[in-house]
């Protein structure tokens, strides 16, 4: 009996089958205000683990099940397509973490710098993180600070949990660091990194540096609610007000040690704006999902949009092509991460005894049977599912196979 290539515990309503329902009718409505990128996410994700992508047959080893694995659309975007890209991005990841607590420090933006980052998503999202990390870096090398040269991990996200738009940086920081001149590992206390004041005061100063250097340059466009800002006394009025608020900084406990990291990280590199399992129902009316208001403790209530309203707020959070959402940054930069991090080792070698969380063993990530090495197992006995025939796209001829192969399956 043949069955469908999708998990077998797979969410009821998923983000997809919103667009395949409703995404003609929102593209309809919205003529002209949708563009190219918007509209690659909704056909993209639309199209995933369907036989518009191609597929293959697979056949089970032990009890003879059979099932159709449909390809998926690798969008960055899309919910069901990350799974397999986290567990190979962790793996790489494993090998840079050093035994000491690491840290977790947000930057938010306030609204009415959100708002203008919006309408320019590219410049403005480059200068979050530019500013997020030239304020960390910055603060922690002063000598009355930590006085050390640091690195770590940036990830951009665009959304709160009721899908509006709300960009913010998370930062991953290793407790500690160089000293400027290389030669010492400088360690920060166990449960305090840097004072979020000063560094919310030092962020706010560097980004509304440099938002105003983009407007000097031409760099920022505004349009709709936001046109008035094009004037020069209008921008100047707004920057001045945005100066009095106080930014929002927040730095998280400590994660303790190199396992409990690499499991926290996998909840944030790869993350999209809606998780499948948080969608509860779909109709021609509502998309109903849950959502936690942190207003309240983190209560989990249920919000009910129009599947119009529903697609709009997921649209927002669309990067441009090609922008990173994941950087790295000072000892861990690319440029030099390999010799740095070797020399972060030596010195935390000869100088710190071992301590609880030095002797925990880095986690290994999740197994994930969708990375396109080992066979997928079968959803009725556990046995390997192994290639059988190949699935063309639709429309398309089959295509020979020479060897087997497996598909993103989660």
Known sequence: MARAGASFDRPTIEVAD???????????????????????????????????????????DDCGATRIAYNSCRNRHCP?????????????????????????????LPAPIAAVAFQNKSAVYAMLFKTAIEAVTTLAANHRRLGARIGGLAILHTWGQALTHHPHIHCVVPGGGLSIDGSRWIEARSSFFLAVKPL???????????????????????????AYLADRAAFAAQLAAVR?????????????????????????????????????ACD????????????????????????DEFIRRFL??????????IRHFGFLAN???????????????????????????????????????DPPPCPDCG???????DLPRSGERPRSKTSSFWCDTS
């Open 335 to 373: 440029g030099h991460r390999t010799e740095r991090l070797a020399l972060c080792r030596s010195l935390l070698a000869s100088q710190v005894e071992p301590t609880a969380h030095g002797k925990e063993e880095p986690a290994s990530p999740e197994p994930d049977n969708s990375n396109g090495v």
């Open 18 to 60: 919103i667009l395949r329902r409703h995404g003609e009718a929102y593209l309809r409505d919205h003529v002209g205000h949708v563009g190219r990128t918007e509209q690659r996410v909704m056909s993209a994700i639309a199209a995933c683990r369907t036989a518009a992508l191609g597929g293959h047959v697979e056949a089970c």
């Open 284 to 307: 021609d009316e509502h998309v109903r999902f849950t959502w936690k208001d942190y207003r309240e403790d983190g209560a989990v209530k249920t919000m009910n949009l129009k599947p």
């Open 200 to 226: 919310a005061r030092l962020f706010r100063r560097l980004f509304l540096e440099r938002l105003q250097a983009a407007f000097d340059a031409k760099g920022l466009g505004f349009f709709g609610d936001l």
């Open 244 to 280: 009095r608020l106080d930014w929002i900084v927040y730095a998280k406990k400590p994660l303790g040690g190199p396992a409990r990291v690499l499991a926290y990280l996998g909840r944030y590199t790869h993350r999209v704006a809606i998780a499948n399992s948080r969608i509860q």
């Open 80 to 108: 069901k397509c990350q799974g397999a890209a986290r567990a190979q991005w962790l793996a790489h990841r494993q090998a840079e973490l050093l035994p000491v607590p690491y840290f977790h420090v947000v930057f938010t």
């Open 316 to 325: 927002l959070h669309a990067l441009p092509d090609g922008f990173h959402r």
């Open 383 to 389: 046995g390997p599912m192994r290639f059988v025939a």
